[in-house]
């Protein structure tokens, strides 16, 4: 079945430092992706919808200069979390949709952000 | 905005009992998902309903879609302890963006 890859898997940051996370479709295009946070013991929130060759879509309340997604090809999209705090520590999610004919939604195994 | 409301948040029941995990909204949804998610990963879909009334079956787990499409349910039969983890329910109207409901943490004693 189709595989997302999220890297890394796990990162510790200093306060106000830029994080970058990779998410990456291997067997398939995926010409949207999808991003989501997670906080403990909750469910996952959308953050935004990135686009290949265009802007991304952000979900209300969403900060887009301090998430920069870009979505450079049809297996790639990065989210960079910049000058980070320690209230931007969560576990975040990205997905993207593939599968040919019968196309769904994949998910990457996440990234656990933690800054100190 | 379009919300999923699932309950219980949290059930915790002795291998072998039966339990029953819902998702209702007041928004008509074009399908509707269960994820199961363990911790540090992420979701793993179990399956996707997308006509009203619909039932569909995987092993122990009885899924059903309601007739207005606006709710949902899960039934899990003896359960075990490998059935421990985050149940999500998640929906979507006619494309990938997918809001997920709050979840449900379950936990099967031995």
């Known amino acids: 079945g189709a595989v997302v890859s999220q890297h890394p898997s796990r990162v510790i940051c200093k306060s106000g430092t830029s994080v970058k996370i990779e998410c990456r479709s291997l067997?398939?295009?995926?010409?949207?992706m999808f991003w989501y946070r997670q906080f403990p013991k909750q469910s996952l929130m959308l953050m935004a919808t990135?686009?290949?060759?265009?802007?991304?879509?952000?979900e209300q309340g969403v900060e887009k200069d301090k998430f920069l997604i870009n979505h450079a090809s049809l297996t790639l999209s990065t989210l960079t979390v910049t000058s980070a705090h320690p209230e931007d520590s969560s576990f975040y999610i990205c997905?993207?949709?593939?599968?040919?004919?019968?196309?769904?939604?994949?998910f990457g195994s996440g990234t656990q952000l933690s800054v100190l | 905005t379009q919300l999923l409301e699932q309950s219980p948040q949290f059930l915790s029941i002795q291998e072998g009992e039966n339990l029953t995990v819902y998702c209702n909204s007041s928004?008509?949804?074009?399908?509707l998902q269960w994820y199961r998610q363990e911790p540090g990963e992420g979701p793993v879909l179990l399956v996707t309903?997308?006509?009203?009334?619909e039932v569909k079956k995987l092993k122990r787990l009885t899924f059903q879609f309601g007739d207005a499409r606006k709710d949902s349910s899960l039934h899990i039969t003896a359960a075990q302890p490998g059935d421990t983890g985050l149940y999500l329910c998640?929906?979507?109207?006619?494309?990938?963006?997918?809001?997920f409901g709050a979840g449900t943490r379950l936990f099967v004693k031995a």
């Open positions: 067997d398939f295009q995926a010409t949207t």
């Open positions: 990135s686009n290949e060759g265009s802007k991304a879509t952000y």
């Open positions: 998640a929906a979507s109207n006619g494309g990938f963006k997918t809001i």
């Open positions: 997905s993207a949709a593939g599968g040919g004919t019968n196309e769904k939604l994949f």
């Open positions: 928004s008509v949804f074009s399908s």
């Open positions: 309903v997308v006509t009203g009334g």
